[in-house]
Every structure is written in C-alpha cells, then in structure tokens.
C-alpha cells in the first residue's frame, strides 16, 4: 500500500536529487582548472517503484543519486602515456647532443678546426727558419696548445657524462617516489571504494602521476578485477613497478672498474637494479631515461652495442672513441710516419727518425701519460692504442727544450741540416689517407656532420612528438576536463529541476489541505 504522503516523497526525492546534482556540478565549476582533474557526472535514476492499484501495474518513487563517476577516456591516457615517453627520450637527447655538439662546433674560433690550422700553420713556418729557436718554440707551443684542446674536450665530455649519470640518479629517484605515491593511493582508493563508490578525486591524483610517470618511463596500467575488489598495477618497460598494495625500486649500483662498459667511461657511473636484484632491462624502453642512458653510454663504434649494456646510439663514449682515433692516428703519424695500422705513409720519415738540433735520434713529439700520470718518452714503450684524448700529451723533453725538436733527416751540424722532417709534416695537412674520411680536416668536418645529423633529428623528433602529445592531451581536456557553459547549463537544468520540485511539495501540500482540512478526509 502507497504511503499516505507519497507524493510528498517523490516531490522530496526530486529535491534531493536537484541538491545533490548543483552539488557535482560546484565541484566541477571550483575545480575547472585543477591539474588533473576530471569532469564529474552524477548518476541519476529512477528509484524502486511499487505495484498499482490492485496489484495492477507499477507507480514510480520518484529518483536517487546513486554514484557520481569521472569522465575519462582510458584509450586517450594510453595514447597520451606512449607518445609523452617519446618526446621524453627525444627531448633529453636533443638537449643533450646540443652540448656535445659545442665540442665539434665548426663555428667556435677556439675549436679543433682551428687548434689544428694553427699548429698546422706554424710548421709550415718553421719549413723557412728551421734553425731559429724562436719558430721551434713556436711550434711546440701550438702543437701544446692542441694537446690541451682535445684534453679539455674529452674532459668536458667525461663531465657531461657525470652529470648525465646524476640526473639518471634524480630519475629514478623519482620514478620510485612515484611508484611509493601510487602503493599508497592505491590503498586509500581501495578501501574508499569497498562501498561500490568512487574515489574520484585520488584516482585524478593517481593519474596525474602516471602522467608524470610515462614522460621519464614508458608506462602500461592495468586495472583488473578480483575477488578482493579491483587491482592496480603499473608496469615501465614491461616490468612491474607497482602491483596493487605492493611496489618495487630501483636501485642505482656504481660500477667498479672491472665493470665499465667502455675503458673510457668515468669511474662510478650507475648501473640500474631492482631491489630483488635483478638487472632493470634497458630493451624497448623509451622516456627520458632512455635518452639520458643512450647518451651516456651509446657506442656503436666498432661493434660495442654487442657487449651487454651498451645502448646501441651514438652517444659520448662514440664521440670519446672518435677522439681517441683521432689522436692516436696523428700521434702515430707525427712520430714514426705511419698509419695507424703501422702502415708507412708515403714520404713520412716521423719524428723519431729524424734529428735535433744537436744531431740526436729518437725522440716522440706526441706521446701520453701512464695510469701513474708521467708521461711516455722512450719511443720503444709506446702503445698507441692506449692513447686517449684524455691523456694524449706533447712530449715533456720538447717542451723543456725545443732544440730537441727533429727537424732533419741529416745528423750534420745544425748550419748543415736540411729540414725534411719539418716539410714532411706540412703534408699531414691534406694528405687524404691518413683517416678514413680523408685528411685531418676531413676527419672533423665528418664527425662534426655526423653530429649534427644526429641532433637535426633528435630535434625533428623532439618538436614532432611535443606536437603531438600536446595534441592528444588537448583531445583528453576536451573529454575530461570542465567546459564552464556546459557546468552552467548544467546547472540552471538542475535549478529549474528544484524550483519545480518545490511547487510540486506546494501543490501537493494545498492538495492534502484541503482533503484534510476542507472535506475532513
């Protein structure tokens, strides 16, 4: 049987349902320009009704307010997480190659370019005057001054890499405060949601730091469902950060110096572990954490992308090695007028086939120092592989006394010497066999393109994949986010819905009034 006020309790139902719709849509309206946050619906239906008259039929009861959900398009977040990890990796390498690149810049008159034409330059120099102390002097000092050049290069590179491999720390740092963040969102939202209702505001919390998540890692999410309740889990590259109530770390381990990648790599550099000590796979990984470690240690430089670890990019040990070719190829070159390999170069005598002024033989114009930091001076102790553009060195008896300098094929007095060894030198400068891509100049206008190649399209990438995830973050705020006039007509409808409501309590109330009071019923 009805109720004898039944119409009141569907008008009050009416009025409740009114209240609690302005109330989602004031939610909306303050939070129109949250970070984050998602449009709220309130879900709305028709409550029980009860059978007619006589068993004949259903009367309705009027309507609730059952649930308010958020509108979110999972398949936009996904899209949005795959392309945001992209323009993460490309980002870091752009900003990245665009400090190598100050290394191999064409444009700055304190380059190698021009390190090498000036010691270049002054040799040809000494080809008129090569018994004057002061041209001898002169040539030292540039062929110093280019030592010091690429050493301060290859040190600038090294620095870069250890900068890299303490931003790769802060990133991972981060990647697992946010793994702790989700563990603990995950929790209140479970115990919120054993009700059947909907966490709304920290699932937007929770995503957002997904958000934040997929720019330093590719992300995955999955939400499944199990006899607990629903189960959140967050997996980067393939492998599980976070599973539910439960997340794992990563660990950053410095390597020892029996574990370097590359001979050249700075000492300490992080090597990435799950906390269950497992190795953290760098395969299919993207974000910025991709692009800080292919930087750091990319090599692809004679087949060290096979070694396990190396990232398959040219980053700075690629850049390094070039470095180090470069310099062993010319030290071997000025001092014993061979090729790399140990070919001879034709019409190259070297230095240590020549003499000084006062008739000795033997002396390295370019040598390197040891791992006990002296330097080489004996020729027969010279292993040109172990030259690096870090210790890559002029040799200290030049330095101490140019009239070691070799200027003669001849060990006559220094008024009878010729200068062949000096006129010799002067072919280095365009002979187009020394190195693979040609002369010395060659050499480095084909790293510096190689170079810039590979920024040109690190930047193509990184303003591309900007473009785009900014693009579908767009079509995600137009889903998800506040529209103000749709909250505004949203909320005169629910206006005009309780003004009505309250006319039809008014009209009901004069109905009962005058059955009770008027007819005595």
């Keep these: 049987m009805n109720s004898a006020f039944f119409e009141f309790n569907i008008a009050t139902s009416a009025l409740f349902t009114s209240k609690n719709c302005l109330s989602v849509v004031s939610n909306n309206i303050a939070n129109s320009s949250t970070k984050g946050y998602s449009r709220q619906v309130a879900q709305v239906r028709s409550s029980i009704p009860l059978p007619g ?30 392309q945001n990890s992209t323009f993460g990796e490309y980002s870091q390498k752009n900003d990245q190659l665009d400090l190598i690149e100050t290394v191999f810049s064409e444009l700055s008159t304190s380059g190698i370019t021009a390190s090498v034409e ?3 330059d002054s040799v040809s120099s000494l080809t008129f005057s090569s018994g004057d102390t002061t041209y001898r002097t002169s040539v030292i000092n540039f062929a110093s001054s280019f030592v010091d050049t690429i050493n301060s290069y ?8 250890r900068d890299i491999n303490d931003e790769i720390e802060s990133v991972v740092k981060r990647i697992n ?64 950060l976070v599973n539910h ?53 990319g090599n692809v430089l004679d087949n060290a992308a096979n070694k396990e670890g190396v990232q398959n990019y040219k980053g700075i040990p690629y850049y390094i090695d070039k470095l180090n070719t470069f310099v062993q190829t010319i030290a071997r070159a000025f001092n014993e007028g061979k090729h790399l390999d140990g070919t001879n170069i034709e019409g190259m005598d070297g230095h240590i086939n020549g003499y000084d002024a006062e008739g000795n033989q033997g002396n390295l114009f370019f040598s ?58 002067t072919t280095i400068r365009n002979n187009g066999s020394l190195f693979k891509e040609g002369n010395v100049f060659d050499f480095v206008n084909g790293v510096s393109t190689e170079l810039a190649i590979d920024k040109k ?52 109330s004069k109905v009962y009034d005058t059955l009770i009071n008027g007819l005595g019923v």
């Design 118 to 120: 000036d010691f270049l």
């Design 53 to 82: 008259v006589c068993g004949k039929g259903m009367i309705g009861t009027g309507s609730e307010v059952y649930g308010v959900t958020q509108i979110r398009d999972f398949y936009l977040d996904k899209k949005y997480w795959e």
């Design 177 to 240: 405060s946010i793994g702790d963040q989700i563990t603990a969102l995950n929790r209140e939202i479970f115990y919120q949601e054993t009700d059947g209702s909907h966490a709304n505001e920290l699932r937007d919390q929770r995503a957002l730091l997904v958000d934040e998540l997929s720019k330093y890692v590719n992300t995955e999410v999955r939400e499944v469902s199990s006899e607990q309740g629903q189960k959140y889990m967050v997996l980067i590259n393939g492998q599980t």
């Design 154 to 161: 290859a040190e600038s590179l090294k620095t870069q890499q």
């Design 245 to 297: 109530f439960d997340n794992a770390k990563i660990n950053c381990v410095a390597r020892g110096e029996n574990s370097r990648l590359d001979e050249d790599d700075s000492p300490g550099l992080y090597d990435l572990k799950w906390n269950t000590g497992s190795n953290f796979s760098s395969k299919g990984l993207s974000g910025e954490l991709k692009g800080l470690l292919d930087i750091r240690d």
């Design 368 to 425: 390197y120092r040891d791992e006990n930091g002296s330097v080489i001076e004996t020729a027969g102790d010279v292993d040109y592989s172990k030259i690096t553009a870090s210790n890559f060195s002029m040799s200290q008896l030049l330095l101490k006394d140019s009239s070691r300098l070799a200027a003669s094929t001849s060990p006559s007095p220094l008024q009878e010497s010729n200068n062949k060894i000096i006129l010799q030198f």
């Design 457 to 508: 399209q690190a930047n193509n990438f990184d303003e591309f994949y900007e473009e785009l995830t900014t693009a579908t973050d767009n079509q995600r705020i137009s889903v998800s986010g506040v529209s103000l006039n749709e909250e505004l007509t949203s909320m005169i409808k629910n206006q005009q819905l309780f003004v009505a409501s309250s006319k039809l309590m008014q009209s009901v």
